[in-house]
């Protein structure tokens, strides 16, 4: 059985940043791709960066502040995320698949979802 758990989450000030990890159990993430969502209030969950065989991808909002990276000796992901602003806030997801890059941004291309992590960022 697939377990991913993110951790890292929290409350943190705008211009602050923040690392947030994803453990996985049960697969390697070196065998496809990982990525990470973000869902705000009332809002649908969004893409935010991928990672599969080396190669990135952001979002706009994403690119230039936060980073992904993968550690595949501990089998976890992180997404470090640099110069935090309140529309930042959000519930961080960790998903994990055997996707393809053309649908590396599609949320039900993944096959499986952490429990997600909450940051908020305060003015």
């Known amino acids: 059985q697939v377990q991913l758990v993110e951790s890292g989450g929290g409350l943190v000030q705008a211009g602050d940043s923040l690392r947030l990890s994803c453990a996985a159990s049960g697969r390697t993430f070196s065998n496809g791709a990982m990525a990470w969502f973000r869902q705000a209030p009332g809002k649908e969950r969004t893409f935010v960066a991928a990672l599969r065989r080396g190669n990135t991808r952001y979002a706009d909002f994403a690119k230039g502040r936060f980073i992904i990276s993968l550690d595949n000796a501990k089998n976890t992901g992180h997404l470090e995320m640099n110069s935090l602003k309140p529309e930042d806030t959000a519930v961080y997801y960790c998903?994990?698949?055997?996707?393809?890059?053309?649908?590396?941004?599609?949320?039900?291309?993944?096959?499986?979802w952490g429990q997600g992590t909450q940051v908020t960022v305060s003015a």
């Open positions: 998903a994990a698949g055997n996707t393809i890059w053309g649908n590396i941004e599609i949320a039900a291309s993944y096959a499986y």
